[in-house]
């Protein structure tokens, strides 16, 4: 509710046991969603899809459809995450579904990202490539497109058959060539699909100009594209020197 990802369920734990004697069927779906989001925070998969699984269990006679879309697309992350890729397809497509009843179709566009960031993930390159054109023919807030056009780009340099100079026209013309939603991300794959069209001097002004602000980012992976980068250039002890 105030956007803290809590890791320990001493908070969450008593409003369980309570609404799941006493509450309505939405309130005990929210209270088993909500532990079972702590749990996930903790990287305890286990007990968070189990309570997931609860919540979901409540949905028969719950009317709150954006609050179960909300609740399948968690589970599908824990899909994701154990490579059950079936069951994750099957549930973005069920949260696709909830939100369009519940008539929020700006997580309907959402789920359409998850759907081709799923294409990815099973190397459906051509049906990722058709989702990512549906989504860029509708409208979406900025900020929102901006993560779209980052992980279409990141797919054109990386699927078999690359695409860098399709990775750099989405920058330069929908990013203002990284001046909005910079990221050790976006840097990389713009710097990589820069390097890959022998734009080596460029590529390497754009890493020089974010790098030191990027590298203090917790859990950032520009050292990944640096790696893919070195390794292209054929400098395989600098590829590997960007891992360690």
Aim: proline letters at 1%; glycine letters at 4%; a negative charge.
């Amino acid at each position: 509710k105030n956007y803290i990802d809590l890791t320990s369920d001493s908070l969450i734990a008593p409003a369980v046991a309570y609404y799941s004697r006493h509450g309505t069927a939405d309130e005990k779906m929210k209270a088993y969603y909500y532990q079972g989001r702590v749990y996930q925070n903790a990287k305890n998969y286990d007990a968070a899809f189990l309570s997931f699984s609860k919540s979901e269990e409540c949905m028969d006679q719950s009317t709150d459809d954006r609050q179960k879309g909300i609740i399948y697309i968690a589970q599908s992350y824990l899909y994701g995450i154990r490579y059950h890729f079936d069951q994750q397809k099957k549930y973005i497509d069920l949260a696709k579904i909830a939100y369009a009843r519940a008539g929020d179709y700006e997580r309907v566009q959402l789920c359409q990202v998850e759907e081709a960031l799923y294409y990815q993930t099973t190397l459906d390159w051509k049906r990722a490539d058709s989702v990512y054109q549906s989504i860029l023919r509708t409208e979406f807030d900025e900020r929102s497109m901006l993560t779209v056009y980052s992980h279409y780009a990141r797919m054109l340099v990386l699927q078999p058959i690359q695409e860098p100079a399709r990775a750099r026209e989405i920058f330069e013309k929908h990013c203002g060539v990284l001046d909005a939603g910079v990221s050790a991300s976006t840097i990389g794959v713009y710097a990589y699909a820069l390097v890959l069209l022998g734009e080596d001097d460029l590529a390497n002004q754009q890493i020089a100009r974010y790098k030191d602000s990027l590298m203090r980012i917790r859990g950032n992976d520009l050292d990944y594209w640096l790696y893919l980068i070195e390794k292209h250039r054929g400098n395989l002890s600098s590829a590997l020197a960007s891992l360690e």
